[in-house]
């Protein structure tokens, strides 16, 4: 836990005196106040977390976690585990949307095995963090031990280190994992207090009895696992995923560097949930995304306390209303930074 | 009349057909079905536009017009007319938010005088389509004349023709017009056959006092002008604009051509209104990028059929939606077009 504290411990709260300066600019470039709604909240936001008022953004990355899950054991998802490997091997050779959205938006996609079932051999650009091959079915017992969990969120910081030192300048967040909702379900019911049933959905397109049965499956496992609601890194290790901890890491780490992160659909809202668990802070420096088809998404949006930037009636994950959502937040910032004001155009001010 | 008839004859309906063969193609690449939302209905319509299943989105225009309103005599507006010629000449110079944004997402801005007040010396980039200096207040008689408001669409189509010489193949609509949302109104209302008060909003930010003004003022101009509610030229010569006119001609011109056109917020969309009054398969061709905060927005979208991408509470104008927008249908084409299928990928579909 130490690297963990210590990042926890060097998060500082945003410069709130930033928000005020920053409207006053906004205030005086070219345009009725306020007429440009959220790309100026957005401006504010990342004005308060750079400490300027012309915020910029440099390099952009999406970082991308995949790993497997031993409750797919219990029949929860559509597809077969063997997916999430063939998936890494399709993002690695550029195919998956998520390589299309990060190319249009200009991101680079840091591709991370956190636990996928299966060996990768010389995969280029595949960066090893791999806990291990797939977690435990917490239908059965704990989905991993806390040392486990510890590392996967250690893996992350260490991934958020190496962006802030490639020059990125905002991070989004992406994941693959074949039956990861119901991981997600399972921590966002712990975190926010709400029913399983309310926070549980089809994910990629299951029938209405296998919902039931998942719900069922999250039910049972939290009873029988016993997560301490109070302990983030107990609940990753009793019904997380390697993945989910290692986005929950690259949070955590992000924001120890001051840089923003950008929140994608219900898996990674779940990620942020558990780092927020460990440092309420941290919501000041997260964007949600998209609002994702999960209906668990609404609750773990409500309790990060944000409105996502997207409505696109998308459940693809990967991060790719992550990488829509970067390219909305870098306009804001262009905005604040690259209009003209009042005076430098010679344009009259209202009555 | 003869080309603006001539546009509206040469307009054809899209390719149904390829709707489904883009939908069989979408549900072969290496993603849940349908799991990415708008963006493949997105995809799916520029492939009925153009004709293929792998549509691409070449060149970018914002399409920005420029024009004055005799009706801001009435103190219909917070800004004083002047404004539209300074900040035509802050266009040109690329400070405004719509610079900016063009800039961000790769699209060149046409910047158009289709009637500002006074004479422009050697703006560079600003293309000269001035009817005349400003529109007549529709609150004493017709805001122009009948050859006025032909003119002014005849000029869109031909800024149209020119995106599509430039090798554009889309056309994102922009406008500047102090005053302008008392027009967009009167014809919003006159087109969707929806009361004046339900349609009027607060512009770029009058009092309450000031909107009822703007109320009585239009429904005194409907009632002395008396438009022809079938004849969406005598609509725009009587309550109309140069801009407006403008912009009607770019959608006829553009959907001629065979080119989408992205609507902005409410003015441009009543722009989008008129066209489609003279030719209704033109809704086929209209993408509608973003839900301004005027109300009247809501019912001529409504009218169109249409959703709009974006809700970022948004009341610029200038285009500023509709460059935002562009960058998403760009994105969706390259899904379609660059994702990998199931097969390339040797990735299993789903149970």
Redesign the interface.
């Known amino acids: 836990m130490e690297l963990i504290n210590e990042c926890l411990q060097r998060i500082k709260p945003v410069d709130e005196k930033l928000v005020e300066k920053a409207q006053e600019r906004l205030d005086q470039?070219?345009?009725?106040?306020?007429?440009?709604?959220?790309?100026e909240l957005i401006a504010r936001k990342m004005g308060a977390l750079q400490h300027t008022i012309t915020p910029q953004i440099n390099k952009k990355a999406v970082v991308l976690m995949a790993g497997d899950h031993g409750v797919t054991n219990e029949g929860v998802s559509?597809?077969?585990s063997?997916?999430t490997y063939?998936?890494v091997?399709?993002f690695a050779?550029g195919?998956?949307?998520i390589n299309?959205?990060s190319?249009?938006?200009g991101a680079d996609v840091y591709l991370v095995d956190m636990g996928v079932k299966g060996q990768f051999k010389d995969v280029p650009g595949l960066i090893d963090c791999k806990v291990a091959e797939g977690t435990a079915s917490f239908a059965i017992g704990p989905a991993m031990t806390r040392e486990q969990a510890v590392q996967s969120i250690n893996h992350g910081i260490n991934i958020a280190r190496k962006c802030k030192e490639d020059g990125c300048s905002i991070i989004g967040l992406g994941e693959m994992g074949i039956g990861n909702t119901t991981p997600s379900s399972a921590i966002t019911s712990i975190i926010t207090n709400k029913p399983i049933l309310d926070v549980t959905g089809k994910g990629?397109?299951i029938t209405e009895e296998s919902r039931r049965r998942k719900v069922e499956v999250i039910s049972r496992s939290i009873d029988m696992n016993k997560p301490d609601r109070k302990d983030a890194v107990d609940i990753l290790a009793k019904v997380g995923g390697f993945e989910i901890g290692g986005l929950a890491g690259v949070v955590i780490g992000a924001v120890a560097e001051g840089l923003p992160v950008v929140v994608d659909g219900f898996i990674t809202t779940a990620a942020a949930l558990l780092a927020v668990k460990m440092n309420s802070t941290i919501r000041d420096y997260l964007f949600c995304a998209h609002m994702s088809?999960e209906p668990g998404h609404q609750y773990a949006l409500n309790y990060l306390g944000e409105n996502p930037?997207?409505?696109?009636?998308?459940?693809?994950g990967e991060g790719?209303g992550a990488a829509?959502a970067i390219?909305?937040i870098?306009?804001s910032c262009?905005?604040i930074s690259?209009?003209?004001t009042f005076g430098?155009?010679?344009?009259?001010e209202?009555?």
Chains 1, 2 share one sequence.
């Open positions: 470039l070219t345009k009725p106040m306020g007429s440009l709604g959220r790309l559509a597809y077969p063997d997916v063939q998936m091997l399709n050779r195919g998956a949307a299309v959205l190319r249009h938006v990629t397109g088809v930037l997207l409505d696109m009636n998308m459940r693809l790719t829509l390219s909305l870098e306009a262009k905005i690259e209009m003209a430098e155009a010679n344009v009259s209202s009555f």
